[in-house]
Structure formats: C-alpha cells, structure tokens
C-alpha cells in the first residue's frame, strides 16, 4: 500500500499540532481522498479544486505533532443537499486514506487493495524472526502473498484474513498455484471481529494508521513471544522495537516491528 506522493494544486494547510513534541525532523502528510465525482470538496471549511473522484493531497513538512483534519463533501440527494464529514488524526510522515462516497459505492474492506512487494515481503517475515515453528496471521491479505510466502520459505501455517469475497477467491487460487494448500488457510473475516489471544505467534498488516490504532485492543491480547509487524504505517504512537527501511522500484517501504509485551505496555524485553 506504499502510494507516491502526488503534490495537489491545493496542499493540506498546516495547522498547530494537538500535541507537540519538539521540532525534530519535518515530514509531509500524504491524505488521499475519495468522493462523489461532482459533489464539492472542503478541506478545513475551504473548497479545493476537484478532479475525478480520487485526489491525494500533500502538506508541507511538518514538525512532529498531531494533526486535525476536518474533510467534507456535499452530496445532492432527492432530499437536498447533504454534507458528509471525516475528522482525521494524522502525524507527520502519515499517509491516510479517507472514503466519503456512499457506503454502497466503497470497496468491501476498508483500504483500497495494493499489492505489496515481494522484496517487502520477505523483509517483513525476517524482521518478524519467522521459523517453522510460528503460525502467521496476515490480516488484510489481499493476493495471498504475504501467508503463501511464510509457508514456503519458512515450512510454517499461516492463515489469511481478508473481507472482499474476491480477494479470498484469488488468495484461494494463489494458495492452489503455489502448491501450499496443507500450510495456508484463507478465510473471509472481519478484522476487527478476530480473537488474537490463541492462534498466531506473528501478525502481519499493510493497513492504515488508523486501522492500525483500531486494531490496537485485539493486537494487545496476543500471547507472550507473539510479534506484530506493520509495513509502512505505524502503530498508534507506540515506538517500534525495530524499525527497517527496504528499497523498491516503487519507492522506501518502512517496516515496524513490536513484540506483544511492548504493545501491552511491559517494556521491551
């Protein structure tokens, strides 16, 4: 889900942090928005230039801090016009994504699919310490690669949970194609419907900051030794206990690692 800044017309006005934390290193804020293709687009109360239903826009670097954004889109309707609105909670270096077309007309999941490298891939599992001994959790699994992966390079079961019938579907086919199907289990779940305290040692995630930060309770019942690991995003404002960067044609995927025992709180062991 790494996306390439694309610097809008308008660019996201820089607002005083909620919570300062020092200067520090300045990064940009990357949020991309969808909406109704026609209906008028408010940035903090201010129209911003519309073209087609996606546009991402970039702030200028800022220091570190929280950040508000308030979003709007006015729908007309039979019953008149209607404004829809998203707060969002960003930090520097945060790319986010927000969907403010009707909920029919979003895709099933919560995030736009976007392949992961496989470069990233199996950075991501040796970053985790994967041995054939774990159970691989990849929620949001997309094509399947990241459990498929763990499977073959490493001898270990992984299960893969996605919500969109047709990501199962070609997760399913890739598990067949790779020959791996004694190993790999592909199921169509809720992510935020799924009992982590039993069942995996490692987590994996490509998802957004804030289904990030919503996943944080589940993710804090995991059992003693279990590690979670994130590509690209981060996990609330809990501090990594490692942190790599891998090159890509596609640009720098940041990947984050915690041990269970940092996300409930009990220090790095």
């Given at each position: 889900?790494?996306?390439?800044?694309?610097?809008?017309?308008?660019?996201?006005?820089?607002l005083?942090?909620?919570?300062?934390?020092?200067?520090?290193?300045?990064?940009?804020?990357?949020?991309?928005?969808?909406w109704p293709?026609?209906?008028?687009?408010?940035?903090?109360?201010?129209?911003?230039?519309r073209?087609?239903?996606?546009?991402?826009?970039?702030?200028?670097?800022?220091?570190?801090?929280?950040?508000?954004?308030?979003?709007?889109?006015?729908?007309?309707?039979?019953?008149?016009?209607?404004t829809?609105?998203?707060?969002?909670?960003?930090?520097?270096?945060?790319?986010?994504?927000?969907?403010?077309?009707?909920?029919?007309?979003?895709?099933?999941?919560?995030?736009?699919?976007?392949?992961?490298?496989?470069?990233?891939?199996?950075?991501?599992?040796?970053?985790?310490?994967?041995?054939?001994?774990?159970v691989?959790?990849?929620?949001?699994?997309?094509?399947?690669?990241?459990p498929?992966?763990?499977?073959?390079?490493?001898?270990?079961?992984?299960?893969?949970?996605?919500?969109?019938?047709?990501?199962?579907?070609?997760?399913?086919a890739?598990?067949?194609?790779?020959?791996?199907e004694?190993?790999?289990?592909i199921?169509?779940?809720?992510?935020?419907q799924?009992?982590?305290?039993?069942?995996?040692?490692?987590?994996?995630?490509?998802?957004l900051?804030?289904?990030?930060?919503?996943?944080?309770?589940?993710?804090?019942?995991?059992?003693?030794?279990?590690?979670?690991?994130?590509?690209?995003?981060?996990?609330?404002?809990?501090?990594?206990?490692q942190?790599?960067?891998?090159?890509?044609?596609?640009?720098?995927?940041?990947?984050?690692?915690?041990?269970a025992?940092?996300?409930?709180?009990?220090?790095?062991?």
């Open positions: 889900m790494q996306r390439k800044a694309i610097v809008a017309a308008s660019l996201l006005v820089g005083v942090p909620a919570l300062s934390i020092g200067q520090g290193d300045r990064r940009t804020i990357t949020i991309e928005v969808y293709e026609g209906a008028p687009l408010l940035i903090e109360g201010r129209e911003v230039a073209d087609g239903p996606m546009r991402r826009f970039v702030s200028p670097p800022m220091p570190p801090g929280q950040y508000t954004y308030t979003i709007q889109a006015i729908i007309t309707g039979p019953d008149g016009p209607k829809v609105t998203e707060r969002v909670n960003v930090r520097p270096g945060d790319f986010e994504s927000i969907d403010l077309r009707e909920p029919g007309r979003r895709p099933i999941g919560d995030v736009e699919y976007e392949p992961t490298p496989q470069s990233v891939v199996d950075a991501a599992l040796r970053l985790a310490g994967v041995t054939a001994r774990d691989v959790w990849d929620l949001g699994c997309g094509d399947g690669r990241i498929i992966t763990a499977a073959k390079a490493y001898g270990c079961k992984a299960v893969g949970f996605d919500l969109d019938p047709e990501r199962v579907k070609d997760s399913r890739n598990v067949r194609k790779n020959g791996v004694r190993l790999v289990t199921d169509r779940r809720d992510l935020f799924l009992d982590l305290s039993q069942g995996p040692t490692v987590v994996t995630l490509y998802l900051p804030r289904l990030n930060a919503r996943l944080l309770p589940q993710l804090r019942k995991l059992p003693p030794g279990a590690r979670v690991v994130s590509i690209a995003h981060r996990m609330a404002d809990i501090p990594p206990d942190h790599i960067i891998i090159p890509t044609e596609l640009g720098e995927f940041d990947v984050y690692l915690w041990k025992e940092t996300l409930r709180g009990l220090g790095r062991l």
